[in-house]
C-alpha cells in the first residue's frame, strides 16, 4: 500500500535529489519479502534515508528486519545506515545479541496477528494519518461486506 502514498512518494524524491549518484553505486536488492533500495554490497550496508527522525524505533525496527533477512539468506556482518538528509544526520544501526530472538518475537507476533480470524480493534494514535496503511485500517465494511 506504501506505492499508494504521497508521503512515499515525497520520502523517495529526497532520497533520489539527496543522492542522485547513489543508484548508480549500490544494488536494489529483494529478497523473500523485503526490497532494500540502496545496498552496498561491497561493504554490505543498508542504506536507508528516511524524511525525519520521528518515528526511529520504527526505523531501526525496519532495518533489523533487513539485517535479519540478509543474515537468513547467508549474508552475515552487514550494517546499515539511517540517513535522514533533511536534518543532515546519520545513524548507524548494526545487529547486535539478543536482536535474532528479538526480530524472530516481531515476526511470530505478526504471524498471530494475519492467522486472527478478526482484525484486531482499531487503536487510534497521532501518527496513523502518515502511515502507508492508513486507509486500510480505518476503512470501514458495510453489511453486504464491500468496502466503503
Given at each position: 500500500?506504501?506505492?499508494?502514498?504521497?508521503?512515499?512518494?515525497?520520502?523517495?524524491?529526497?532520497?533520489?535529489?539527496?543522492?542522485?549518484?547513489?543508484?548508480?553505486?549500490?544494488?536494489?536488492?529483494?529478497?523473500?519479502?523485503?526490497?532494500?533500495?540502496?545496498?552496498?554490497?561491497?561493504?554490505?550496508?543498508?542504506?536507508?534515508?528516511?524524511?525525519?527522525?520521528?518515528?526511529?524505533?520504527?526505523?531501526?525496527?525496519?532495518?533489523?528486519?533487513?539485517?535479519?533477512?540478509?543474515?537468513?539468506?547467508?549474508?552475515?556482518?552487514?550494517?546499515?545506515?539511517?540517513?535522514?538528509?533533511?536534518?543532515?544526520?546519520?545513524q548507524?544501526?548494526?545487529?547486535?545479541?539478543?536482536?535474532?530472538?528479538?526480530?524472530?518475537?516481531?515476526?511470530?507476533?505478526?504471524?498471530?496477528l494475519?492467522?486472527?480470524?478478526?482484525?484486531?480493534?482499531?487503536?487510534?494514535?497521532?501518527?496513523?494519518?502518515?502511515?502507508?496503511?492508513?486507509?486500510f485500517?480505518?476503512?470501514?465494511?458495510?453489511?453486504?461486506?464491500?468496502?466503503?
Amino acid at each position: 500500500m506504501a506505492h499508494t502514498l504521497d508521503i512515499v512518494a515525497e520520502g523517495s524524491l529526497i532520497g533520489e535529489t539527496s543522492y542522485p549518484d547513489r543508484s548508480k553505486k549500490y544494488t536494489e536488492l529483494e529478497l523473500e519479502d523485503i526490497k532494500i533500495d540502496f545496498y552496498d554490497a561491497k561493504n554490505k550496508v543498508i542504506h536507508e534515508v528516511k524524511k525525519t527522525d520521528k518515528e526511529e524505533q520504527a526505523h531501526i525496527a525496519q532495518v533489523k528486519y533487513y539485517l535479519y533477512m540478509l543474515s537468513k539468506n547467508g549474508i552475515e556482518g552487514a550494517s546499515a545506515l539511517l540517513e535522514y538528509p533533511k536534518m543532515r544526520q546519520t545513524q548507524i544501526v548494526e545487529w547486535e545479541e539478543g536482536d535474532q530472538s528479538l526480530v524472530q518475537g516481531w515476526v511470530q507476533e505478526v504471524k498471530e496477528l494475519i492467522s486472527q480470524e478478526n482484525c484486531p480493534s482499531l487503536e487510534k494514535k497521532s501518527i496513523c494519518r502518515s502511515c502507508s496503511y492508513f486507509d486500510f485500517c480505518y476503512a470501514t465494511e458495510s453489511t453486504d461486506n464491500d468496502l466503503i
